[in-house]
């Protein structure tokens, strides 16, 4: 199957820091979606980016199809980002669901 | 938010026996899903429906079951629990955006399941 890798796998930035994540796939997608899981377990959906660039508010992210990965932009990084980032795909091929990543565990310090 | 409610939220049972979790929704999504999260492993899906008595196996299927007679409810049932099904897990729904391609997924909040 779709192997999707993230890195870093383990981030500490100071509140108020810039940050970068990124996901990589290993075969053409129909789809890719960002999800944050905050500390209390609920993953919330950042964005649906199968391709180009989206922003909203303080979060970017970018999918460079042809090249097979994605990137997160967090900026001005504020305790409540803490958590962990997910990457996950939806291959062209096969079934209608997605595959994710391991994440990026993010903390952020005062 | 999108209206996703999982029951039970918590479970403690013991090996051997079933457990049958739910999972419903208010949005009237075509797509269903069950995932688990275990340390190290992300999000692994466990099976899929596409629509009322349609699904398939996901990833990690062996030793579950899933039924979909509405379009708002989705069961996962483990037949017989074994200690390595000690784990989250996490229903989530999503729209068909055309043919093969879904939307976006939304999750519910999860369930903690133990099997001593």
């Known amino acids: 199957g779709i192997q999707v890798e ?104 005062p | 938010d999108a209206g996703i409610t ?12 079933p457990v049958t979790l739910r999972c419903h929704q208010t949005e009237n999504h075509r797509y269903m899903y069950w995932y688990r999260q275990d340390p190290g492993h992300g999000l692994r899906l466990i099976h899929y429906s596409y629509g009322v008595k349609d699904t398939d196996k996901g990833e990690v299927s062996d030793g579950y079951s899933v039924s979909r007679s509405k379009t708002e409810d989705f069961l996962l049932t483990l037949e017989s629990a074994t200690s390595s099904q000690t784990s989250v897990y996490f229903c989530a729904i999503s729209e068909s955006l055309r043919a093969g391609v879904t939307d976006t997924q939304y999750f519910g909040p999860g369930t903690r399941l133990t099997v001593l």
């Not at chain 1, 979060?59 to 932009?73: F, G, N």
């Not at chain 1, 990457?87 to 990026?104: H, K, S």
């Not at chain 2, 999982?6 to 026996?17: C, F, M």
Request: charged share 10%; proline share 5%.
């Open chain 2, 6 to 17: 999982q029951s039970p939220r918590h479970k403690v049972t013991e090996t051997g026996t």
């Open chain 1, 6 to 109: 993230q890195s870093p796998p383990d981030l500490i930035l100071q509140e108020g820091a810039n940050s970068t994540l990124r996901c990589n796939f290993s075969d053409s997608v129909n789809n890719l979606q960002w999800f944050h899981q905050n500390p209390w377990g609920q993953l919330i959906n950042l964005f649906y980016i199968p391709s180009g660039t989206k922003q909203n508010g303080r979060l970017s992210a970018t999918t460079v199809a042809t090249e097979r990965y994605s990137l997160l932009y967090i900026s001005s990084s504020q305790t409540t980002d803490s958590g962990v980032y997910f990457c996950a795909v939806e291959p062209q091929t096969g079934a209608n669901n997605l595959f994710f990543g391991t994440g990026t565990r993010l903390t952020v310090i």
